[in-house]
């Protein structure tokens, strides 16, 4: 049948052996290393089996429930003149290969099938059932835990005792200032510890497992989120076909929203290069990357499914290693956190800076607070999910504008660990201020939002995380906006009271108690954020940028410029998405180490 194609024997006997060696069927092969396009082959099987072919247009029935029929792989449809099919069918693998078994004349198809490829059926259903997918990717965690979900904001008890709160600590503040300043002396303290404790548990080898042959390696969905991207469509696709891992078992899902036809355009452009499905994103509220992600969700094949963003640069080993590692691990590992790395560092003043806070994040905070089996909030990247366990949760919240945070805390709630392993991802950051600022207050807004959902209810979240961790959580996400939000008053008060004034004298035990913590939090405060600076700088051999590291004040003022502006849009435009423009870098890291 392949041959009539043009596809010479010896082309399908290495198939036949490579199909072998990574435990699929011929097809698959074929399809995934892009040796046969998968209309081609299934055009083939059509005829082979005397069926028709369903194209661009398959005529579904109304009231398909799109999300079953694309996991059973066939669909009722409307009989069409010619055909006289009724239902269309669009089997993969080892069904495939059974269908195409049937050659003898009495084993011959006679029911009124059709038949399409995969892709196809499920892009048919996406316009189909576009309002219920929409709908549904908006509304699941919502419909699943409404108080997991940021949608409805605060109930009108939650505001009451929010305003109660804030007048309580406005009184005391003012009718006791030496009050109100230990309590707050306190949080950061609290939060120091948190973060020496971090670093000190930072220190040896990540995860890691033996390693699985191509045939016991599982089926990977990667899903992209892309919008307005069509300048970085050609690095992400070379970036994914460089995966060392078998491209016949790789399930690569790249979603865009309807009205973005540039990169529509440029996709399908570049198809023959890597063997990938379009996820036209149906209309619907939010436009946001994690209801991009849940549209594409219910419609992932493999056991592991990651998320990579439009310019990352994955090391080429990483799906193998996150596979070998979840292999090798207990049910309750439900996610890995590959390291980030700032691609184009070299651009100016800010992305040097970045790159040391990316060090600082991901070669010292995640990995310790993952070996002190804290929640940790993931990075919106080269995250590593079971499957199974991102449907358990009910994918993304939609609304939230940081997903990957509150994803990473709802995995701690119910259960599941996040774990980081030794791989990296190289990505673009914004080298200019305003684009900077866009992105960093679009992520602390999303901090509120996550530190909102998990606060909101105190005793539930220590019932199901454990008091420390609980604790750790909330201590860690709101020092981390208070902090961005008040530092500079508290740097500016200390330079006033140690240069331009003398420092208070206490007259009692409650002044010395406020001076001491106040004394610790600066002192130790100051070590542990610039001695896990100097650990993520060693580690990710950033020794060339120490310099650079007396401008951090500066890169800490911009911080607390998008903490303000968060603040504020937190109120006037909770779920509005900044989004980062990329393929603007003038420079780029070697990918050596990958």
Known sequence: MLAARGVSPSQIAAAAQGAYRQGVTVADFLIGNGHVAADTLYRCAAQHLGMPFLGDTIPLQENIEPHATAREGYAPILQTRGTGARIVVAPRGAALEQLMSRTHPADRLHAPLALTTPERLDAALRMHAGATIAAEASELLHDFDPTLCVRDGPTRG???????????????????????????????????????????????????????????????????????????????????????????????????????????????????????????????????????????LPFARGALTCVFD?????????????AEIFHGSAPDLACLQARLIVDNYADNWLTRLYAID????????????????????????????????????????ACNVTEDADLGLRLARFG????????????????????????????????????????????????????????????????????????????????????????????????????????????????????????????????????????????????????????????RDPFGWAKTEHGLAKSCRSRSAL
């Open 416 to 571: 599941y660990r996040v774990g980081a392993f030794d791989s990296e991802t190289f990505e673009e950051v914004p080298a200019a201020v305003p684009a900077f600022l866009r992105q960093r207050t679009r992520w602390i807004k999303g901090w509120m939002q996550t530190l909102f959902i998990n606060a909101r209810n105190p005793l539930r979240l220590v019932r199901e995380l454990g008091f420390i961790p609980a604790a750790c959580t909330v201590i860690g996400l709101g020092s981390a906006i208070l902090g961005a939000l008040l530092w500079p008053l508290f740097g500016l008060a200390l330079l006033w009271n140690v240069v331009l004034d003398s420092l208070p004298v206490p007259q009692s035990i409650g002044e010395y108690l406020h001076s001491t913590l106040w004394f610790f939090n600066a002192l130790f405060g100051a070590f542990a954020v610039f001695g896990a600076i100097a650990l993520g700088m060693k580690r990710q051999k950033l020794g060339t940028l120490w310099p650079w590291v007396l401008l951090w004040p500066a890169y800490q003022a911009l911080v607390t410029i998008a903490a303000w502006r968060a603040l504020i849009e937190l109120w």
């Open 310 to 322: 439009a310019e990352d640069k994955p090391g080429i080993s990483q799906l193998r290693r996150a």
């Open 158 to 296: 939650e505001k009451a005792i929010a305003l109660l709160c804030a007048a309580a600590v406005a009184i005391v503040a003012l009718m006791f200032p030496l009050v109100a300043g230990t309590c707050l002396a306190l949080v950061f303290f609290a939060a120091i510890l948190l973060r020496l404790f971090s670093a000190a548990a930072s220190s040896g080898p990540l995860a890691a497992a033996p390693p699985l042959t191509d045939a016991n390696l599982p089926v990977y969905t990667i899903i992209v989120a892309l919008y307005r991207e069509e300048a970085v469509i050609a690095q992400l696709l070379s970036a994914l076909e460089e995966l060392d891992y078998p491209h016949a078992k790789l399930d690569t899902k790249i979603v865009v929203e309807a009205d973005d036809l540039e990169t529509i355009e440029a996709l399908r452009a570049a198809r023959q290069r890597f063997p990938f499905e379009i996820v036209i994103a149906p209309p619907g509220a939010p436009r946001t990357k994690p209801r991009a992600l849940n549209i594409a």
């Open 358 to 397: 990316y060090a600082t994040l991901f070669e010292v905070i995640v990995p310790g607070m993952t070996r002190l089996a804290l929640p940790i909030p993931l990075g919106g990247t080269s995250n590593h999910f079971r499957t199974a366990a991102l449907h358990s949760v009910s994918g993304w919240d």
